[in-house]
């Protein structure tokens, strides 16, 4: 149930979900521009844009919302602070999805870059001192700080790629690194984390049953992983021998992780059965499958033959990077949204609505899957960019069939809350 100390909040969530809305709508333009044409746009500009507003625009504000109401709900005041903070952020965010596909990495799009970078510099040091008074139990406040760290630490690849482009340094394979560095601190560290942080939340706020033996072993795990784990993203260069031992006990350890969690889930699942609605459990059904393939496609990458082919078919990395940001973030998110009643629509619409989206993103992920055994054998693939284009659309149909009533259940309460006023 939504929290009292968060309802002044209540918009944030809405305006998460229509960011989200955004980022398929240039995911629709991007598969446009592959199947058909449209010169006007920049393709890699508008895939910067795409990427980055998914990133910052989407995932980084659901969580940071869901961070704040979980403040909320263990009864801390929040601070006029976090409204601040949520106008900074979204200044970032439409800054860069207004520049990047004019200019790419330019003058205005970097600088509206480095206020996002400043923006998790300055959240996670409020948010540290605040979840650190709660009474949140400390070892969910473990996952919360761990997320805040990874958040900050993925600042350093960003900083590494513009010093490598103000100083037009011709190392190819340190670019790459140092976007690979943003992407796993981000990827693997401040979402994977964050998400992690939530659902023990759920746990905690629901007195759902939990070995916390095996709680404790299964953080212990994905932290100790987490910073090796960057090596996993350094094997498309045959790097040293000593990169790949470091990579495979990293994989081993989050392997490890993953059995415990999956214990830890299986036998509590009679009570998720009864405290989930339908729609909760499907998306964190899927959600929960996606963070499995995620860890067993990173262990797989160990071995160099099956390495070469994950890092060399465009298609199976674009894959994998939507297996986790809609697969695994998005399908968590909007389930944790609807099960705190942060979102409110008609059930049987938000049914068919929901229904659409994860069939979109599913259609999508099989497309992918499937153009990239055909690049993988060299067969012809001239129907899936216009495949991609379809489950483009169908997802962003989902998406908006989610958004429109819950605009007009917000307006409701508005106009409500003004009467009362008035009243």
């Known amino acids: 149930m939504e929290s009292a100390g968060f309802s002044k909040y209540r918009s944030w969530p809405v305006f998460c979900l229509f960011n989200l809305l955004l980022v398929s709508l240039l995911g629709i333009l991007l598969r446009y521009k592959i199947a058909f044409s449209l010169p006007a746009l920049d393709y890699k500009f508008l895939l910067n844009a795409h990427s980055h507003f998914a990133f910052s625009g989407w995932a980084s504000t659901v969580i940071f919302t869901a961070f704040v109401y979980l403040l909320s709900r263990s009864g801390v005041t929040i601070r006029k602070i976090y409204s601040y903070q949520f106008l900074w952020a979204q200044s970032a965010s439409y800054g860069m999805l207004l520049s ?3 200019q790419g990495y330019g003058p205005v799009s970097i600088f509206f870059s480095v206020l996002s ?3 998790s510099y300055w959240f996670a040091v409020t948010y ?5 008074g709660s009474e949140i139990p400390v070892w969910i406040q473990r996952w919360v700080k761990a997320a805040l760290l990874f958040f900050v630490l993925s600042s350093a690849g960003p900083f590494l790629l513009a010093y490598i482009m103000s100083r037009q340094v011709a190392a190819p394979r340190l670019y790459y690194n140092s976007v690979y560095l943003f992407l796993h601190f981000q990827y693997n560290g401040w979402f994977s984390f964050g998400v992690m ?3 023990f939340f759920s746990v905690w706020l629901y007195k759902v049953p939990l070995d916390k033996r095996n709680s404790r072993l299964f953080f212990i795990l994905m932290t100790t992983a987490c910073i090796p784990a960057y090596c996993l993203s350094l094997l498309w260069m045959d790097p040293p021998v000593w990169v790949s031992v470091i990579a495979a006990a990293a994989a081993c350890l989050q392997l490890a992780a993953l059995i415990i969690l999956v214990r830890l889930v299986w036998q509590s699942r009679d009570q998720w059965r009864l405290l989930l609605s339908m729609q909760v459990k499907i998306f964190w059904g899927f959600s929960f499958i996606a963070f499995m393939i995620k860890l067993v496609l990173q262990a797989l990458s160990v071995i160099p033959a099956l390495g070469r082919l994950a890092f060399g078919f465009r298609a199976v990395i ?4 939507h297996l986790v940001v809609l697969g695994f973030i998005s399908f968590f998110m909007i389930g944790f949204l609807l099960q705190e009643k942060m979102l409110h629509c008609i059930s049987g619409f938000r049914r068919m609505s929901a229904g659409i989206f994860i069939a979109g993103v599913l259609i999508n992920e099989i497309l992918l899957v499937l153009q990239g055994l055909s690049a993988i054998n060299y067969l012809s693939g001239a129907l899936f960019p216009f495949l ?3 489950a483009a659309i169908i997802m962003f149909a989902g998406l908006a ?3 429109i009533p819950e605009i007009f259940a917000r307006r409701t309460v508005v106009i409500s809350d003004s009467v009362s006023g008035g009243k």
């Open 100 to 102: 990047f596909p004019f």
């Open 117 to 119: 970078i400043l923006f």
């Open 128 to 132: 540290w001192k605040d979840i650190t």
């Open 197 to 199: 942080a939530l659902f």
């Open 318 to 321: 674009i894959g994998y990077l």
């Open 388 to 390: 991609l284009f379809i």
């Open 401 to 403: 069939l989610l958004l």
